[in-house]
């Protein structure tokens, strides 16, 4: 496949990351479409690498720092989706409104 | 010919996937679907020429962050939790969105004009070794620094969830 076949895979599957970040109001499940975002940008980060540049560790370390990264926030964001469920019993998104006015 | 067959099969596991996650109204099919889609995406590094990196996603991603996925829904909404109706209106501003997006990165990478190299880079600069010596010297300072934000993130995670 050529470079613009893997950019044109990574478009699409940041849609889909869009899709489902945008139109879900389970905390999970917009979780879940922000990692597909974020694999989307490993994807480009990896097929730049591998046809454009000339040393090849790196997009490597790139893509290894955006998964320790990816790690990290999913941990963080795990863990307040359990505290909200405990505090309102509930993960939907649009149910917390506390701090509305 | 064959080679060829199984990058598109990754594609389709990349694109099914993401399609399972991105629509799905239940949450576990979502993950599911999330999982398809990273061993795809980790079938796709390998063909560009990076196992570390492959091995690295199917064990950070799939054997991490998706099982700790599934663990916060258990703990979370019961499993036989209904499924809130889908929001039409949503749904369509999402998909809208989703296609302007596409468009505009399809028409730019169109018209781009990138300066490829002529041959992939020697058997050497591949390596694991060369990618461990670059981690530990020229970039060592983010290898620190992303230990540190990961320890962070588990303190932090811990003294976030635990009961008060």
């Known amino acids: ?22 139109s879900h109001r389970n905390l999970i ?9 974020m694999n989307a940008a490993s994807l480009n980060l990896m097929a730049f690498n ?29 863990s307040i989706i359990l505290r909200i469920y405990r505090a309102y019993h509930d993960i939907d998104a649009e149910k917390l409104t506390k701090l509305s006015g | 010919m064959l080679e060829q067959a199984v990058i598109y099969t990754f594609v389709a596991l990349v694109l099914i996937g993401g399609g399972l996650a991105a629509f799905s109204r239940q949450i576990l099919y979502a993950i599911i679907g999330l999982g398809i889609s990273l061993l795809g995406l980790a079938g796709l590094f390998l063909n560009l020429g990076s196992p570390f990196v492959a091995a690295m996603q199917v064990l950070i991603y799939i054997g991490g962050i998706t099982v700790a996925i599934v663990f916060a829904m258990m703990l979370s909404i019961a ?27 399809a028409h ?38 992303l ?18």
């Open chain 1, 1 to 22: 496949m050529t470079l613009e076949a893997y950019l044109l895979v990574g478009a699409a599957l940041f849609s889909l990351g869009l899709i489902g970040a945008l």
């Open chain 1, 29 to 37: 499940a917009l979780l879940i479409g922000i990692e597909l975002m």
């Open chain 1, 50 to 78: 591998r046809f454009v540049v000339t040393d090849p560790t790196t997009g490597q370390i790139f893509v290894l720092i955006i998964i320790g990264l990816a790690a990290a926030e999913v941990a963080i964001f795990l």
């Open chain 2, 79 to 105: 499993m036989s939790i209904r499924p809130p109706n889908p929001d039409a209106r949503k749904l369509g501003f999402a998909i809208a969105c989703a296609v302007i997006f596409f468009g505009a990165v």
């Open chain 2, 108 to 145: 730019l990478i169109r018209g781009a004009q990138f300066q490829q190299i002529a041959s992939p880079a020697s058997e050497k600069a591949w390596s694991v070794g060369a990618l461990g010596h670059a981690l530990l010297t020229h970039y060592n300072v983010v290898f620190e620094a």
């Open chain 2, 147 to 164: 230990s540190l934000v990961l320890l962070l993130a588990i303190i932090g995670a811990i003294l976030i969830a635990r009961k008060a």
